[in-house]
């Protein structure tokens, strides 16, 4: 079974500080994908890989930023963490190639920001 | 520009009824279409799937309906149970070699089954 692992259920941050979300998948998928999931608005999506050290913004990139050093291990980070970003995080992975849009999800981190 | 949406955002049938969910999507180039399934707490996941050279496809259960002359899709549940209660999204799938597998999806709908 594919497992997508997200590093943390919940955190609480303050205004302002740096966050990071870790995301591990052991299928040696090529893409990877960072959603914000809020009530009412679905899943949006905020940044993609689809190869180690390449990105590509999605529809809401703005605030964030990522990072993909290995194949199997996408961060996103919050360089100043705003009230506005309080929201529920989902990662994803797909095999990539064609055909291979199914996408694995991890369990989801709920971050507050206060 | 790209959506796809879900009729309705919540549904609420009776255990052991069928239950239909549809979505209605407007980019005519897309050619995959997924359904996913997320129960509470837990990330979305893959439920079924169908491609545009198809108009019907049955799982375990579950049937997929793709009517791309109206642009929607409905999935349709049979025998619904408590098991079932979750949000449903549909996800729309440009065509193949671009955009490396990203996937625009619905806002989902809730779906409650009642004892």
């Known amino acids: 079974d594919v497992k997508v692992t997200q590093s943390s259920r919940y955190l609480v941050k303050r205004t302002g500080e740096k966050v990071f979300l870790e995301c591990v998948q052991d299928?040696?998928?090529?893409?990877m994908f960072w959603y914000r999931q809020d009530p009412g608005l679905g899943l949006r999506l905020i940044y993609f890989?689809?190869?180690?050290?390449?990105?590509e913004k999605g529809d809401i990139p703005e605030g964030y930023s990522v990072s993909r050093e290995k194949k199997e291990r996408f961060s996103l980070i919050l360089e100043s963490a705003s009230t506005n970003q309080t929201s529920m995080y989902l990662c994803?992975?797909?095999?990539?190639?064609?055909?291979?849009?199914?996408?694995?999800f991890g369990a989801g981190t709920r971050l507050s920001v206060l | 520009g790209e959506s796809v949406g879900l009729h309705l955002p919540t549904l609420s049938v009776q255990e052991g009824d069928n239950s239909i969910i549809n979505c209605a999507y407007s980019?005519?180039?897309?050619?995959?279409f997924i359904w996913y399934k997320q129960e509470s707490g837990k990330g979305p996941q893959f439920i079924i799937d169908?491609?545009?050279?198809?108009d019907k496809r049955q799982g375990q259960r579950v049937t997929v309906l793709l009517n791309k002359t109206v642009k929607h899709l409905s999935l349709q549940i049979a025998a619904t149970q408590p098991g079932d209660s979750a949000v449903y999204f549909c996800?729309?799938?440009?065509?193949?070699?671009?955009?490396?597998?990203?996937?625009?999806f619905g806002d989902g709908t809730t779906l409650t089954v009642k004892p």
């Open positions: 169908i491609r545009s050279n198809m």
């Open positions: 996800a729309e799938n440009p065509q193949i070699n671009t955009n490396a597998g990203k996937s625009t």
């Open positions: 890989s689809y190869d180690v050290k390449m990105k």
């Open positions: 299928m040696d998928h090529e893409n």
């Open positions: 980019n005519s180039a897309s050619d995959y």
């Open positions: 994803a992975s797909s095999p990539g190639g064609q055909g291979n849009n199914i996408q694995y």
